[in-house]
């Protein structure tokens, strides 16, 4: 069972270049986050999923953009990348929203943008 | 969500318990506590959860006051696999689809 699945591990970007990080879960989840984590701070939420179609933003969305064509996979675009944007992204997914539920995490992207 | 308070740092010794304390006194009746630990960078691992019992599982136990304002995370027996910066986090059940809010959590080191 591989739960969260992230892709790539590491990436380097030059200022203004695009990539996408992938995101797969094979549990099923309809709930599905993208966070990331900048050094020494806790993670912060980007856009989250509450299903296949849906999207939403989090707490720091700009300058990036995702999309849920399927349940398993939750892509995650950074369009022109940016030095503010260096940092560990994390995916989860999680079966229900709310508490009572637990959410589970990939390994992380750590982007370096130069 | 309510806010929570955690220790910036906290050492322990191998093999002794670890108590995490956690506050959060505005914690609603719907809300529940979480816990997630963070070793070295990797993606955070869920713990244990609860809403007004004491919970144990295989990893911790978690002991929630009459009053719900606070919590404690014990490891009972620490190892040093277990050094990792842990999160305190309150969750309301039922909706709330918009994640889970981190703080910057307890830096647990576990001494030798």
């Known amino acids: 069972n591989a739960g969260v699945t992230q892709t790539p591990k590491f990436r380097i970007l030059k200022i203004g270049q695009s990539m996408t990080l992938q995101c797969t879960q094979d549990m099923n989840h309809n709930y599905m986050y993208w966070y990331r984590q900048d050094p020494g701070m806790g993670l912060k939420l980007i856009y989250y999923?509450?299903?296949?179609?849906?999207?939403d933003k989090g707490e720091v969305p700009n300058g990036y953009n995702v999309s849920r064509s399927t349940t398993e996979d939750f892509p995650l675009r950074l369009e022109l990348a940016a030095p503010s944007q260096t940092s560990v992204y994390f995916c989860a997914s999680s079966a229900l929203g709310g508490g009572g539920t637990e959410a589970f995490f990939g390994q992380g992207t750590r982007l370096t943008v130069v | 969500d309510a806010k929570t308070t955690q220790p910036p740092s906290m050492d322990c010794a191998e093999g002794r318990a670890a108590n995490l304390p956690c506050n959060h006194s505005t914690i609603s009746g719907n809300e529940y506590v979480y816990w997630y630990r963070q070793i070295h960078s990797q993606g955070p691992q869920y713990i244990i959860h609860?809403?007004?019992n004491n919970e144990t599982n295989e990893m911790a136990s978690l002991i929630i006051t009459e009053d719900r304002k606070s919590s404690t995370l014990i490891l009972p027996h620490a190892t040093l696999r277990d050094t990792a910066v842990y999160y305190c986090?309150?969750?309301?059940?039922?909706?709330?689809?918009?994640?889970?809010?981190f703080g910057k959590g307890t830096h647990l080191i576990i001494q030798p």
């Open positions: 609860g809403l007004k």
């Open positions: 999923s509450v299903g296949a179609g849906i999207t």
């Open positions: 986090i309150v969750r309301a059940s039922g909706g709330g689809a918009d994640g889970l809010t």
